[in-house]
């Protein structure tokens, strides 16, 4: 499959398309400037235990949730849930910045409420999954994966006192 690149960002969109679906600039297929590339699909390797990430759990703080990065580009990273609204997104204003074209601006946010963490999609392109399922709105259990775009974030709870 070949792909029509953006001349304005970059991005890579499939042939057909009129505009870039990331900054939504037209894409003119008979300016020279549009390059056009045949996509290769890259043997991907199997993930090993050398991609596990260990989470010493007397390193987390009791009370407070937190979210660990496990796939994407940021993988190990990690966002203590300190405050009572967190945003995720690859706006530079989000608390947690995810920076990858798969993660809108403003994707998600999870709030600390009296029951416990609720993440709830912000209108993303893409969507926002708890344990593989699309959600718009979902309480966050200790132990749960929350995808935003290519990234995984699992979700921690010290319960201990």
């Known amino acids: 499959m070949s792909y029509t690149f953006c001349n304005q960002c970059g991005h890579r969109n499939p042939p057909e398309s009129n505009f870039c679906s990331s900054c939504g600039s037209p894409l003119d297929v008979l300016d020279d400037r549009t390059i056009t590339l045949t ?20 390193e987390l703080q009791h009370g407070i949730g937190t979210l660990i990065v496990r796939a994407g580009g940021q993988a190990g990273e990690r966002y203590a849930l300190d405050t009572d609204l967190t ?33 709830a999609d912000s209108g993303s392109l893409n969507g926002t999954y708890v344990n593989q399922e699309r959600v718009e709105r979902a309480q966050l259990r200790h132990g749960d ?10 979700f921690f709870e010290r319960a201990d006192g």
């Open 87 to 119: 945003r995720l997104g690859r706006h530079p204003e989000s608390e947690i910045m995810l920076d990858d074209i798969t993660v809108s601006r403003r994707h998600a946010e999870i709030q600390r409420t009296a029951e416990g963490y609720m993440v």
């Open 145 to 154: 994966e929350l995808q935003v775009g290519k990234f995984r974030l699992v």
């Open 39 to 58: 996509a290769v699909d890259p043997l991907q390797d199997a993930p090993g235990p050398d991609d596990d990430i260990i989470v010493p759990v007397n």
